[in-house]
């Protein structure tokens, strides 16, 4: 399993960004897909998560209103359309899958099989 983050940049605060996450070598549409975000000295933190088979997607209260998770799975892709972005929200941004998650395991980082190599993602003026 292969999954590859894309997108990530340097922008100023109110801008937006797309990230993207390509997987391969998985039945993505089997597969519960993940954002989480980490800063040096800090745990990885959940961002959004959209189940497999169309079981709706979650988002962090913390990006609630401005981040929007999706899926292709025609494409394999994921996506994380980040709005309005914050000084807050500059972090290393990382896509995840796993197969088995149940609605309270989707925030745990811990749960998830495979992970993308993250994106840098920064927000400055």
């Known amino acids: 399993v292969q999954l590859q983050a894309s997108g990530g940049g340097s922008v100023q605060p109110g801008d937006s960004l797309r990230l993207s996450c390509a997987a391969s070598?998985?039945?993505?549409?089997?597969?519960?897909m993940g954002w989480f975000r980490q800063v040096p000295g800090k745990e990885r933190e959940f961002v959004a998560a959209?189940?497999?088979?169309?079981?709706?997607?979650y988002h962090s209260d913390s990006v609630k209103g401005r981040f929007t998770i999706s899926r292709d799975s025609g494409k394999n892709m994921v996506y994380l359309q980040m709005n309005s972005l914050r000084p807050e929200d500059t972090a290393v941004y990382y896509c995840a899958a796993d197969r088995g998650l149940i609605l309270s395991q989707l925030t745990n980082s811990a749960q998830y099989d495979y992970w993308g190599q993250g994106t840098q993602v920064t927000v400055s003026s």
């Open positions: 959209i189940r497999r088979g169309g079981g709706g997607a």
């Open positions: 070598g998985l039945s993505f549409t089997t597969y519960t």
